[in-house]
């Protein structure tokens, strides 16, 4: 079945950098939208980032915009996350997810219910 594996989380301190990885497998990449998501403790799922099926077009949640940077490359059936000048209120457990490019990009990107595919996720604790 479709695997979506993340990697590179771990602890960093505050004004760090972390690159986080998603490695897709048995999808046919290239026709699907990704995202990032995160949950921190008690809280719900929230949008981070997402890049259309090109890598085109890309959208950020605000609280990361000018700080996070999503990539893709398709060769390699891989979607990144570069995180720099990290916060505490970034801590969260960062998940990939998938959603096919049947919609356009833009319509709904941020919504959970859209992605069909979920990573387990990657821990990112940020300390000060």
């Known amino acids: 079945q479709v695997q979506l594996v993340e990697s590179g989380g771990g602890l960093v301190q505050v004004g760090g950098s972390l690159r986080l990885s998603c490695a897709a497998s048995?999808?046919?990449?290239?026709?699907?939208?990704m995202g990032w998501f995160r949950q921190a403790p008690g809280k719900e799922r929230e949008f981070v980032a997402g890049i259309s099926w090109s890598g085109g077009t890309t959208d950020y949640a605000n609280s990361v915009k000018g700080r996070f940077t999503i990539s893709r490359d398709n060769a390699k059936n891989t979607v990144y996350l570069q995180m720099n000048s990290l916060k505490t209120e970034d801590t969260a457990v960062y998940y990939c997810?998938?959603?096919?490019?049947?919609?356009?990009?833009?319509?709904?990107?941020?919504?959970?219910?859209?992605?069909?595919?979920w990573g387990q996720g990657t821990q990112v604790t940020v300390s000060s």
């Open positions: 997810a998938a959603r096919p490019n049947t919609r356009g990009f833009a319509v709904q990107v941020s919504t959970t219910t859209r992605y069909d595919y």
């Open positions: 048995r999808l046919s990449f290239s026709s699907y939208h």
